[in-house]
């Protein structure tokens, strides 16, 4: 089965912190997603990524940067954290082509609270 | 650009009732369709999905029909248990800078009691 590990599930961070969420799959997927998840508002596309440091802005990059220097890695940056960034994150990843195309695997997702 | 549109929730029923989550789209070209399942305190399920118009996905007695001619996808379930209370959220591919992104609709809560 395809893993996809979030490295936290809860986290407290100050405003103004820097705040990595970290992001690893198991199955050689090229595709991966940051999205967040808010009440009223479903899921949103922050930022994806289909190769290794490559990355395009998805829906609501404002506020956030990533980084993928490995195939099975990505990572989403909040360079400032501020309040309006309270919110579960949830990472995807999965493959560009062939069979199970376009199917997302999610991680467990991280509740992060910026006090 | 593509959008899905969802009921809005909480839907309340009572165990083995029958249930159904509309679920409208629009897109360009031919986007793939999905369902995913979110129970408390977890990420996303697939639970189903469709790639071509007419294909019926399946799965865990839920079924969906990606209907195109009412770009649609609804989520049908004849008897619902306790164990189905989640968020279920409809979502569809579509190209982003040239490659598969997924969109999402706002979810619908559904509440099954005993």
């Known amino acids: 089965d395809v893993k996809v590990t979030q490295s936290s599930r809860y986290l407290v961070k100050r405003t103004g912190e820097k705040v990595f969420l970290e992001c690893v799959q198991d199955?050689?997927?090229?595709?991966m997603f940051w999205y967040r998840q808010d009440p009223g508002l479903g899921l949103r596309l922050i930022y994806f990524?289909?190769?290794?440091?490559?990355?395009e802005k998805g829906d609501i990059p404002e506020g956030y940067s990533v980084s993928r220097e490995k195939k099975e890695r990505f990572s989403l940056i909040l360079e400032s954290a501020s309040t309006n960034q309270t919110s579960m994150y949830l990472c995807?990843?999965?493959?560009?082509?062939?069979?199970?195309?376009?199917?997302?695997?999610f991680g467990q997702g991280t509740r992060l609270t910026v006090v | 650009g593509n959008s899905v549109t969802q009921m809005e929730g909480p839907v309340t029923l009572s165990e083995e009732a029958f249930l159904t989550i509309n679920c409208t789209y629009t897109a360009t070209g031919y986007p793939s369709l999905f369902w995913y399942v979110q129970y408390p305190g977890e990420g996303l399920q697939l639970l189903l999905k469709?790639?071509?118009?007419?294909d019926k996905g399946s799965n865990k007695g839920f079924e969906a029909t990606y209907r195109k001619e009412t770009t649609s996808f609804h989520l049908e379930k004849g008897s619902v248990q306790v164990s189905d209370s989640a968020v279920y959220f409809c979502?569809?591919?579509?190209?982003?800078?040239?490659?598969?992104?997924?969109?999402f609709g706002k979810g619908t809560m559904l509440l099954v009691s005993p």
């Open positions: 469709a790639t071509k118009a007419d």
């Open positions: 199955m050689d997927h090229e595709n």
């Open positions: 990524s289909y190769d290794v440091k490559m990355k």
């Open positions: 995807a990843s999965s493959l560009e082509r062939g069979p199970g195309h376009r199917e997302a695997f």
């Open positions: 979502a569809l591919t579509s190209l982003n800078s040239g490659y598969s992104t997924l969109t």
